[in-house]
């Protein structure tokens, strides 16, 4: 899962960053909603969280322009208005939620993850294929039952992929929603991670690789 921080408060949207990666959640940031609109149009994001009060283009402004795309993301609209004509207003505006600052983080992964649910509406909330049982909300994945501890990322990676249905997922695409903006294209990253993923798992192997094309779970 990938997510998009609108927030003009660094130290805020930081900290909200670093909870997220603790969820096995990349994100990226920007501070302005004209950065919003250009980040959410070159890279694919499950959710975006937008603060409504942001300097320049209005973050209702953005909400409005993020709603009308057709491959529009979730949106979780961030605000400290607490009223409620301000609440129903964000979500007149095309928001799916909404939270009034200031906020619990473990309240705000939760409603990421609902939101991210939402989006992925063909699959149930525990992911199952392969005698896999990946549980994103616990983060937690079984093999036949036994459990499997998985780092953060391998996490992200293997949700991507589970949620692909069998379908083949490229290597670009896991970068896109396994890492944040700051990951290199040219690394080997996502090899080596498929590669300690499958040994984690163990075999018979569950991962295959499509060479020249990318990885998918043998369901």
């Known amino acids: 899962m990938r997510v ?6 660094r130290y805020l949207a930081e900290a909200v960053r670093d909870w997220l990666a603790g969820e096995a959640i990349a994100a990226d940031i920007v501070g302005d909603g004209a950065a919003a609109l250009e980040a959410v149009g070159v890279n694919r994001y499950d959710v975006v969280l937008l603060d409504r009060d942001l300097p320049g283009l209005h973050g209702d402004e953005v909400c ?3 709603a009308a795309r057709e491959d529009r993301p979730k949106i979780l609209m961030l605000t400290a208005a607490r009223r409620l004509h301000d609440r129903v207003g964000g979500l007149e505006l095309g928001a799916d939620d909404y939270v009034a ?4 983080l473990p309240e705000l992964v939760a409603r990421v993850r609902a939101l ?3 989006r992925f509406t063909a699959h149930p909330p525990v992911l199952e294929a392969a ?3 990946v549980d994103p909300f616990r983060r937690e994945v079984y093999r036949e039952g036994r459990y499997v501890r998985l780092s953060r990322k391998e996490f992200a990676v293997l949700e991507v992929l589970m949620r692909a249905g069998g379908g083949v ?3 670009e695409r896991l970068l896109e929603e396994a890492w944040d903006e700051n990951a290199n294209p040219f690394t080997n990253s996502v090899k080596v991670t498929i590669s300690t993923l499958r040994r984690k798992l163990g075999p018979p192997w569950v991962i295959r690789t ?3 094309v990318g990885y998918a779970v043998d369901v």
Not at 101 to 104: A, I, S, W
């Open 131 to 133: 005698s896999l049982r």
């Open 4 to 9: 998009l921080i609108v927030e003009d408060e």
């Open 210 to 212: 499509v060479p020249g």
């Open 64 to 66: 409005r322009m993020l």
């Open 169 to 171: 997922v490229s290597a």
């Open 116 to 118: 991210a649910r939402r």
């Open 101 to 104: 600052k200031p906020f619990e």
